[in-house]
């Protein structure tokens, strides 16, 4: 079975600061991931995926995130974060392999960037 | 982009009743899906559709769940005989074949 774990519920980080969100996973196969936000009261944002390829991948805001397949991570990095940046951060995996196109999320991170 | 949308946005029902949400995806997206959030939790998948075609069920979507997409446009997500533990933020997403699912704003809804 596939799952996803954000090993830290909540994560504080001061303004101007790098951020880390933790990601890593379990899956037979070769993964798909991705990164979602979610802000109050809104739905989900997407920020980046890995597919294949150079395993740093960038995405929407700054954001960046390292897959890296021996250590099964996939941790959300940002070289400078924003008090805008404050919100929910969900990681999630897909198993391509069988035709699957369900994502299983992470229980999510909640990122505070203090000012 | 239009984004995806979803109503109604908020539903309070009591235990027993039926209740229907609908979701309209971003215009020519042929992959729809529906996922259920909780309080604490990542959203959880309940079931996918490719235009019509109802490909992927979860065993999260009990007797009383069912989703259709009659015209491989909008979908609708029922809920029969409502039970407390149904109360959740129901997501609905869509993608075309470049993998990443855009996400509405959700239906919350509340069984008391």
């Known amino acids: 079975a596939q799952s996803v774990a954000q090993p830290e519920d909540q994560v504080n980080v001061a303004e101007g600061n790098p951020l880390t969100v933790k990601c890593t996973y379990s899956v037979s196969g070769n993964p798909y991931l991705f990164w979602y936000v979610q802000y109050p009261n809104r739905g989900l944002q997407f920020l980046l995926k890995?597919?294949?390829?150079?395993?740093l991948v960038k995405g929407s805001y700054g954001f960046e995130a390292e897959f890296n397949k021996s250590q099964t991570s996939f941790h959300l990095k940002k070289p400078s974060a924003l008090v805008s940046d404050s919100a929910l951060y969900f990681c999630?995996?897909?198993?391509?392999?069988?035709?699957?196109?369900?994502?299983?999320f992470g229980k999510g991170t909640k990122l505070t960037v203090n000012p | 982009d239009t984004g995806v949308s979803q109503d109604p946005r908020h539903k309070i029902t009591k235990r027993g009743q039926n209740v229907t949400f609908r979701c309209d995806p971003i215009s020519e997206h042929n992959r729809l899906y529906w996922y259920r959030q909780t309080l604490g939790q990542g959203p959880e998948f309940l079931t996918y559709?490719?235009?019509?075609?109802?490909?992927?069920k979860s065993r999260l979507l009990s007797d009383r769940f069912s989703a259709e997409r009659p015209k491989g446009s909008f979908s609708t997500l029922e809920i029969q005989r409502t039970e407390q533990g149904d109360s959740a933020m129901y997501l609905c997403a869509s993608s075309t074949n470049r993998v990443e699912q855009y996400f509405g704003p959700g239906t919350r809804l509340t069984v008391t």
């Open positions: 999630a995996v897909r198993v391509p392999q069988g035709g699957s196109e369900k994502l299983v």
């Open positions: 559709f490719q235009n019509e075609a109802q490909l992927e």
């Open positions: 890995y597919i294949t390829g150079d395993n």
